[in-house]
């Protein structure tokens, strides 16, 4: 069956990065030209995906505004005959089919995956986290798209991390089918590096069968008092059963202050316009 919806929850309040976020939502924080959600929307639709479902909340209209069509702003590089930014501003209203959701109450991850149900239906979605940005030659949830494909059964996008850290991140454990592909027999939120089953850590891909929903409207509150996905998927390994795929790629952790700004940098030294003028400035600090 084919994964044709996406949910991108972007409902946070987005704390770590207060005071900016007081007025401005953190997922439209941009990586120098561009609002972080839109790297994941693209991402999205470099991986075929139609309908892309944002959950949002009281207070970051902004987000689904940013792609719809802007008239004042069209017209006027039109009238100026600015045809480079025109274009690039009537791509973002034209890249996919937004549908925007509120989730009321925050109640955790696995809450805002749920209020998607009606939405997504009777069919296989993705889920995105928009903190985090990977960079690969194939779209990473494209990645996890194609297990899903081959196998049948929900994934998870994994990289492998330090033992020091897998306290930051929902931790897997199961049995390795190849040198990339797991079959998850465990999954524990922010373990200790001594508790924990594995290094393989969860930063925010998943390829979700429809059969989560149930689950998750059954899963009382856990850490923090909210709904985990982590402790929904937990569930879902031991019935019908959940994979872990090493995917391909560099991730970013956008919502950390340390990794927004090497983010960044590191999106600017990509480009051909601003490479030679980062460099130089690098260098000037760092002398």
Not at 106 to 116: F, I, K, R
Not at 139 to 160: A, D, H, L, N, T
């Amino acid at each position: 069956m084919k994964v044709r919806k996406a949910v991108i929850p972007a409902a946070g309040l987005g704390t770590r990065f207060l005071p900016a976020t007081k007025s401005i939502p953190k997922e439209m924080i941009p990586i120098i030209d561009k609002p972080m959600i839109q790297y994941i929307v693209e991402e999205c639709v470099g991986a075929g995906i139609e309908d892309i479902i944002l959950i949002t909340a009281r207070g970051k209209d902004s987000i689904a505004d940013h792609f719809d069509h802007s008239f004042e702003v069209e017209e006027t590089l039109r009238r100026k005959k600015n045809d480079e930014l025109l274009a690039a501003t009537e791509k973002v209203s034209k890249m996919a089919n937004i549908i925007a959701v509120r989730q009321k109450n925050p109640m955790g991850l696995g809450h805002a995956v749920l209020t998607a149900r009606q939405i997504v239906g009777n069919e296989p979605f993705a889920v995105l986290l928009g903190d985090d940005l990977v960079v690969s030659e194939k779209p990473c949830i494209r990645q996890c798209i194609e297990i899903f494909e081959e196998r049948q059964k929900s994934v998870i996008g994994v990289m492998k991390v330090e033992k020091k850290d897998t306290s930051k991140y929902g931790i897997v454990g199961g049995k390795m089918l190849n040198d990339r592909l797991m079959d998850v027999n465990v999954m524990v939120e922010k373990p200790s590096p001594e508790t924990a089953p594995s290094q393989l850590a969860c930063p925010g891909r998943y390829v979700l069968k429809p059969e989560i929903f149930e689950i998750l409207a059954n899963t009382k509150p856990g850490r923090g008092g909210e709904i985990q996905l982590t402790d929904a998927l937990a569930q879902l390994a031991t019935g019908d059963g959940l994979l872990a795929y090493l995917f391909d790629g560099r991730r970013y952790d956008t919502g950390d202050k340390l990794g927004y700004i090497e983010a960044t940098v590191a999106f600017a030294l990509k480009r051909p316009d601003l490479a030679d003028g980062v460099r130089k400035v690098l260098a000037e600090y760092l002398s």
